[in-house]
C-alpha cells in the first residue's frame, strides 16, 4: 500500500520501465518530484463539483503524531484536535498509524487532511462526518470496518463538546430529508469493499458524479443489483433519484 506514494521516477526505475499515471488525481500531483515541498499544491488536482475547493491552503501546517481519540481530553498533536480547530489547517502526518475513534470524526471547514507519504487507516471504528461546513478535503485516507456507534459527548469545534446521536449515512442527513436535493457530490478513485449490502456510493436526493470507483459485491445476487437500496422496501425507493 504504501508504494501508492512514491513518486513517479521511483517507480519508474523500481519497474524496470515506463510508468503511466493512472487517475488524474494522481498525474496531477505524482509527476512532481517535489511534492512532498509543495503539499498545497494539491488543491489544482480536486476534479468534478469539488473543483476549486482549497481546503487548509490558506492556513498553517498542522503535524499530526498521535493516534488517539479522547473527545473528554482532547491532546494536541492529534487528528481530532486538528479537525476541530477554528482556522484553516494543512493536516499532515509525521508517521503511518491506525486510528480508532471512539465517536464520529466532525471536521471543520477549511480542513485538508493529506495523507501522502504515510499509511493512515481509521479501523474498527465509527467514521468521519463533513456536516454544515464547506471547504474540506481529504486525500488517501484509508477507512475499512466502519460500524455504528450509540452516540454521546462528541467533540464537533474547538470550544464545544456536546450530545449527538447516531448517525451512519455516507451522504445526507436521511432518505426522507428532501432539502438534500441541493447537494452535489463527486465520488472518484475508491474501494468500497467488505462489510457492504449494497452497491456504492449509495444516495437518496444528493447529485453525484461517480468516477472510477470500484465496489467488490458479496456473493449475493440483490448486493450487486444497481437498483437494490439496501434493507429499504420497494415501496420506499422505487421513487428515490
Not at 64 to 75: G, H, Q, R, S, Y
Not at 82 to 99: C, D, G, H, N, Y
Amino acid at each position: 500500500m504504501l508504494e501508492f506514494f512514491i513518486t513517479k521516477s521511483v517507480l519508474a526505475k523500481s519497474k524496470k520501465g515506463p510508468y503511466e499515471v493512472t487517475n488524474p488525481v494522481d498525474s496531477c500531483w505524482r509527476c512532481d518530484s517535489d511534492w512532498e515541498k509543495n503539499r498545497k499544491n494539491l488543491v489544482n488536482c480536486a476534479p468534478g463539483f469539488a473543483h476549486g475547493t482549497t481546503g487548509g491552503k490558506g492556513g498553517e501546517f498542522y503535524v499530526a503524531t498521535d493516534p488517539i481519540d479522547n473527545a473528554a481530553d482532547c491532546k494536541p498533536g492529534t487528528l481530532l484536535h486538528a479537525v476541530t480547530q477554528t482556522e484553516p489547517l494543512w493536516i499532515t502526518f509525521k508517521r503511518s498509524m491506525t486510528i480508532k475513534l471512539e465517536q464520529e470524526l466532525i471536521v471543520t471547514s477549511d480542513k485538508s487532511i493529506d495523507v501522502r507519504g504515510t499509511n493512515m487507516e481509521i479501523r474498527n471504528a465509527t467514521g468521519i462526518t463533513v456536516q454544515f461546513v464547506k471547504n474540506v478535503i481529504i486525500h488517501g485516507l484509508h477507512i475499512h470496518q466502519i460500524i455504528p456507534t450509540k452516540g454521546g459527548k462528541i467533540k464537533d469545534g474547538e470550544k464545544h463538546l456536546g450530545l449527538r446521536s447516531a448517525s451512519d449515512v455516507m451522504f445526507g442527513a436521511s432518505d426522507s430529508y428532501n432539502a438534500d436535493e441541493k447537494m452535489q457530490v463527486t465520488v472518484a478513485l475508491n474501494h468500497f469493499s467488505k462489510g457492504l449490502v449494497e452497491r456504492m456510493p449509495s444516495i437518496s436526493h444528493p447529485t453525484i458524479i461517480s468516477q472510477g470507483n470500484r465496489y467488490s459485491a458479496p456473493g449475493t445476487f440483490a448486493a450487486k443489483e444497481v437498483t437494490c437500496r439496501g434493507l429499504s422496501k420497494p415501496t420506499k425507493w422505487k421513487n428515490l433519484n
